[in-house]
């Protein structure tokens, strides 16, 4: 049986070509949005995210892969650090520039599968 | 202004065709992220937090409006139409895209400006008090030392890969606006008993995680031998740095252990012993620099204008934004205007493509053709006539850029922190946001005075949170922010570095304790006394008595 890690984690990432950060989601594309991602709850789950990370480093799709501990509550998953609850909601200021559809736009113009 | 020559010209163009071949090779796959890493830092371009940020170097904060035009159209071309401006005189764009990023240099080429050296081991942008050349109390204009470090400093290979990043600052006025005291070098111009006018050199001085003011290693040294002196210095910098510890890797940490006195011996054998320590440079490259920076076109004009003293009578909020905004010039009939970018609840620093057009159009109009960048995160319009001044105002208000509030509660330094920053560990431009609508009535702020407010986001302290006469250091502890407050600290010829008063505060009830150490001076102070003066009259315990009472 698959050990059980400390807590459950994502894996995140840059685009190699915008910068902006994206999730490894359960349908293997990467995606702005942490809701669909894929959630690793054990070591065989940390393995294989971690592959399909490096294999994406890999091709040129995306920078720098790395897991993100996240608390789920069931409804919604809240990573555990300040710096990836930041990353995954964009700047709190600036939102006429910023807004989160702005930035969501630009990357679901640019999300490309895993 | 300084042009470029041939070579300049050269040098930049064909380092943009450089990076243009390698970001197609990185977008191709040619070349790993951890290949392509260095070479992308080296023109200036960071993986940040929520995307690529570009820092575009302004050499010395000085622009002209074609210069600034050019920021703003990058803004609207390749960005999302604002800049952030920095404590380093730069201008930092926030979400350029990777292969956007060679037509973006291309851009600043021709209007030769780069990117090049605004990151990594090497001597960065060489900044300068913003009011150099103009102010009424100036030894001499630094400016074309600081062009001529930019020469010697740009690629040169043997201050290529340092233990650490390099930041010289040069003032040519005895009021420090350049926080010399806090940089690795700080250079100030200043008269010898002979009259004749030199360098006093400071080294040492930085702010991160071990805070330093600098010391002085040489009080005058001829102008001819700068260049020499600084190779001295960088030599037993690139010796002796410490390269097996990236936090004590900055010169202060040198400095700090081998003791002032011995760097200085180091420095001053290391310089005795050099080849041709004052054939550098020579007296015509020294006069063909500094030709550049020739005095405009001023005109010839009374001291008094008799429609600006109008103005003054009839406008209330004018003559309280003359007061606060507007500084001496040294030429007769002519005035400094120092364009706030701290609007009540604003983003210190920020400026959108609008207000960058706007204030290039004013500076050709109305300011010689001249820009300056603030290490204090505001710009300058250092030629304005006085007869001009209603003028500038009015179209200042017009794009929200009238603030009248320079080195007031609101006009506070702060770094972008963890809103974009990739090492930030807490956010620090909201809780600037907080203070400044807390204490942002005008009136109130007057009553207040002189008072600086900066906060960084992480120990790093890019927020010159240790200069400031409040100083506010963003922290995190199991995923929530908290915030450290500092007294007493100042970046100008009174240096001196801010302490900390007790634990630390969160997001929430931070603004409310920098409210009670305000009004606590209000309570302490003499008549006409600074919020500087009171502290270091009274020291810390009565705010923290304040603060920890109450909080």
């Known amino acids: 049986m698959a050990k059980k890690i400390s807590g459950p984690r994502i894996l995140t990432a840059n685009l190699l070509g915008d910068g902006l950060v994206v999730f490894l989601g359960k349908d293997g594309s990467w995606a702005p949005s942490l809701e669909s991602a894929w959630l690793a709850h054990s070591n065989d789950d940390l393995e294989q995210l971690e592959a399909l990370g490096g294999e994406a480093a890999r091709s040129n799709t995306i920078v720098d892969p790395y897991l993100v501990e996240v608390e789920d509550t069931g409804s919604t998953l809240l990573p555990v650090e300040m710096r990836e609850r930041m990353r995954a909601r964009g700047p709190s200021v600036n939102l006429e520039f910023n807004s989160k ?10 999300a490309v599968a895993g | 202004m300084y042009r470029y020559d041939e070579f300049d010209a050269t040098f930049v163009s064909e380092r943009v065709d450089q990076f243009r071949d390698q970001v197609a090779r990185r977008v191709k796959g040619d070349l790993t992220e951890e290949q392509f890493r260095p070479l992308r830092l080296m023109n200036g371009l960071y993986l940040q937090l929520h995307a690529y940020m570009l820092r575009v170097a302004v050499p010395y904060g000085t622009l002209n409006s074609k210069q600034m035009h050019k920021l703003a159209y990058i803004a609207d071309k390749f960005d999302r139409g604002y800049g952030h401006f920095t404590t380093r005189q730069n201008i930092q764009y926030n979400w350029p895209k990777l292969p956007d990023v060679p037509d973006i240099l291309e851009h600043l080429a021709e209007v030769e400006m780069h990117a090049i050296q605004t990151s990594g081991n090497c001597i960065r942008n060489v900044t300068a008090d913003q009011w150099s050349g103009v102010a009424a109390d100036e030894v001499e204009d630094p400016r074309p030392y600081a062009e001529l470090m930019r020469q010697w400093s740009s690629l040169h290979p043997e201050f ?5 990043k390099f930041k010289i600052a040069v003032t040519g006025d005895k009021a420090d606006r350049a926080a ?11 008269k010898n008993a002979a009259g004749e006018v030199g360098f006093e050199i400071f080294v040492g001085g930085g702010m991160g995680r071990t805070p330093m003011i600098a010391a002085r290693v040489r ?9 020499g002196y600084l190779e001295a210095v960088m030599r037993v910098y690139n010796l002796n740095g410490r390269r097996d510890n990236k936090y004590k890797a900055r010169i202060k940490i040198l400095v700090h252990e081998l003791g002032a006195e011995e760097f200085t011996r180091q420095v001053e054998e290391e310089y005795a012993r050099l080849d041709a320590p004052q054939g550098l440079p020579s007296d015509q490259e020294l006069e063909r ?9 001023y005109e010839d004009l009374a001291e008094n204008d008799a429609v600006h003293t109008q103005h003054l009578v009839d406008n209330k909020d004018f003559a309280e934004w003359v007061e606060r905004n507007v500084a001496p010039h040294k030429i007769t009939g002519y005035a400094i205007v120092n364009i706030s970018l701290k609007p009540v609840g604003g983003v210190p620093g920020d400026a959108t493509s609008g207000q960058m057009h706007a204030i290039a159009d004013m500076a050709e109009k109305m300011s010689l053709d001249e820009i300056r960048v603030t290490h204090e995160q505001n710009l300058v319009l250092p030629n304005v006539r006085k007869h001009d001044l209603f003028a500038v105002w009015q179209e200042l208000k017009e794009h929200k850029l009238a603030d009248a509030n320079l080195g007031l509660a609101t006009d506070i330094i702060s770094c972008p922190g963890l809103d974009y ?17 807390r204490l942002g009535d005008i009136k109130r702020q007057r009553d207040i005075g002189d008072l600086k407010i900066k906060i960084s986001g992480c120990i790093n302290a890019c927020g010159h949170h240790h200069a400031g ?32 008063i007790g634990p630390g505060f969160s997001s929430e009830t931070v603004t409310d304790a920098v409210e009670t150490i305000v009004d606590t001076y209000m309570d302490l102070r003499k008549s006409g006394e600074t919020f500087l003066e009171a502290y270091r ?4 315990e009565p705010f923290k008595e304040a603060v920890y009472a109450t909080h």
């Open chain 1, 101 to 110: 559809s702005n930035g969501h736009a630009l990357v679901a113009d640019q």
């Open chain 2, 180 to 190: 010399i005291a806090y940089h690795d070098i700080g250079l100030r111009l200043k």
């Open chain 2, 289 to 297: 620099i500094a030709a550049y920076f020739a005095p405009p076109a």
């Open chain 2, 421 to 437: 920053c990739g090492l930030a560990t807490a956010r620090s431009i909201p809780i600037s946001q907080d203070i400044s609508i």
């Open chain 2, 219 to 227: 009080d005058w040294l001829p102008k001819s031998e700068l260049l």
């Open chain 2, 160 to 164: 290529s890969f340092l233990p650490r």
């Open chain 2, 537 to 540: 009259r009274v020291g810390a």
């Open chain 2, 469 to 500: 006469h409040i100083g506010i250091l963003g922290l995190e502890k199991r995923g929530v922010e908290y915030y450290q407050i500092t007294l007493g600290g100042s970046g100008d010829e009174t240096a001196s570095i801010g302490q900390i």
